[in-house]
Nanobody, 117 residues
Framework: QVQLVESGGGLVQPGGSLRLSCVASESNFNIYTMGWYRQAPEKQRELVAFIGSGGSTNYADSVKGRFTISRDNGKNTVYLQMNSLKAEDMGVYYC???????????WGQGTQVTVSS
């Protein structure tokens, strides 16, 4: 069982920045594909970005050029740097760990991001 703990959410004005962090309890962290998802009220959870074990990244079109996902395998941590935040970026952001060998997914508890003036 992999435990994921997110942090870094909060209230920010439009145009502002936040950096989310997710720490994993897994010693083999480097083999997992790590992702960030978000869920706005009354909407389905959607993929924001993911980073593979080799460092390849993929982003939702809505965040390209504004968000950057990165990982520090030495710290078992994945980050999401969010710049130029918009109201439509609001929601609960969840960290995800995916093990391609077993197909298992693990989720964090989520961290709230609010973009408002």
């Amino acid at each position: 069982q992999v435990q994921l703990v997110e942090s870094g959410g909060g209230l920010v004005q439009p145009g502002g920045s936040l950096r989310l962090s997710c720490v994993a309890s897994e010693s083999n962290f480097n083999i997992y594909t790590m992702g960030w998802y978000r869920q706005a009220p009354e909407k389905q959870r959607e993929l924001v970005a993911f980073i593979g074990s080799g460092g390849s990244t993929n982003y939702a079109d809505s965040v390209k050029g504004r968000f950057t996902i990165s990982r520090d395998n030495g710290k078992n941590t994945v980050y999401l740097q969010m710049n130029s935040l918009k109201a439509e970026d609001m929601g609960v952001y969840y960290c995800n760990a995916y093990h391609s060998g077993t197909g298992r997914n693990y989720w964090g508890q989520g961290t709230q991001v609010t973009v408002s003036s």
